[in-house]
């Protein structure tokens, strides 16, 4: 069965997790989106979207789904993973006063993670409080765990302080990567990518934030060498923002391994899936900002990771 990928959204108590949601979910484009959310009270969704609600489970129109946690949340998205039709992917707001590391470790379940990867910590910041707020002792918690920080509010921030806050953000947290997202505007991409076993679309997707961030699809017809993909990943890590992929490595013919990188870190590991014949061997999406990493040079370093004849 397809991995559903899980985006974890924390932040602090009013920090803007809910807005960020309702965003994801009003921009699913196409896909069925599951959120899981502490209460329906707080989550505002836009009426226009909401298709019913039953057994504590909201329906939107666009397929997507809004849950609240009952109970245990590996409970909840074993009851997710059931659902007809199964959701492709899983949104999960902690709660403001959540420390996210207990939930990190728990999605890091074998079990669950097989079935529903973490792909994503998100964290919201607030970049129209003062910067003192940085020092609280829950936020650092909740970003040492982040992958992407998601900057909220910057249209209330006082003019001239937003490139200070980001600085000092940055200087805090570093590995993460940084985005403005006024009313929760998260590009999608950013914290679920596309799905790579897709068939890629006939029409190349609309860039996900402004400018700011390019996408390249890499394929491969040929197995990649395990230790020259370590490298090139070693060297390109620092300059990009996301990549998702799978391979075949050329010491393993036949096996399917999947390459992940998020806030800088990066994993291999196998997976249980069989390649289907029809797809290349090797499907690798990057997202680059724009500027320090041209997409010539990303593919540049992964051709030199192809082995035309397999060891
Ligand atoms: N102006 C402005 N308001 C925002 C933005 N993001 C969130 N808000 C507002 O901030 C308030 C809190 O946002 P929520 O999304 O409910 O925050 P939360 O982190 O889910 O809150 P808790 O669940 O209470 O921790 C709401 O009134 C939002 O409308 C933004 O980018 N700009």
Do not use: Y
Request: aromatic share 4%; with cysteine; hydrophobic share 45%.
């Amino acid at each position: 069965m397809t991995p559903v990928p899980v985006l974890l959204v924390t932040g602090f108590l009013g920090a803007g997790k809910t807005t960020v949601v309702n965003h994801v979910l009003a921009h699913a484009e196409g896909r069925r989106i599951a959120a899981v959310v502490n209460d329906f009270g707080a989550i505002n969704i836009d009426a226009e979207l909401i298709a019913g609600a039953s057994d504590g489970v909201v329906s939107l129109a666009n397929g997507c789904i809004c849950c609240t946690l009952e109970g245990d949340l590996l409970r909840t998205i074993a009851t997710l993973l059931r659902r007809e039709p199964r959701p492709e992917a899983i949104v999960i707001e902690t709660s403001g006063v959540a420390e996210p590391g207990d939930i990190v470790r728990n999605l890091m379940d074998p079990v669950i993670w097989r079935a529903a990867p973490l792909e994503t910590v998100l964290c919201v910041v607030d970049a129209a409080a003062p910067l003192a707020s940085l020092e609280d002792p829950l936020l650092r918690a909740q970003l040492r765990m982040a992958d992407v920080v998601a900057l909220s509010k910057t249209d209330l921030a006082a003019p001239g302080t937003l490139e200070g806050f980001k600085a000092a953000l940055k200087a805090r947290h570093p590995t993460a990567l940084q985005v403005e997202a006024p009313g929760g505007a998260v590009p999608l991409t950013l914290v679920l990518p596309e799905d790579p076993t897709r068939p890629p679309r006939e029409t190349p997707r609309r860039r996900p934030h402004a400018d700011r961030f390019e996408t390249l699809s890499w394929t491969a017809e040929a197995p990649l060498s395990l230790p020259k993909l370590q490298a090139a990943i070693g060297r390109l890590a620092p300059r990009l923002a996301r990549a998702k992929g799978f391979f075949e490595p050329a010491d393993q013919p036949g096996k399917v391994f999947l390459f992940q990188l998020a806030g800088g870190r990066a994993t291999l590991a196998p997976v249980d899936t069989q390649r289907d014949p029809g797809q290349p061997r090797a499907r690798i999406v990057f997202i680059a900002e724009l500027g320090p990493l041209s997409p010539a040079e990303i593919a540049a370093a992964m051709e030199g990771c192809a082995v035309l004849s397999p060891s």
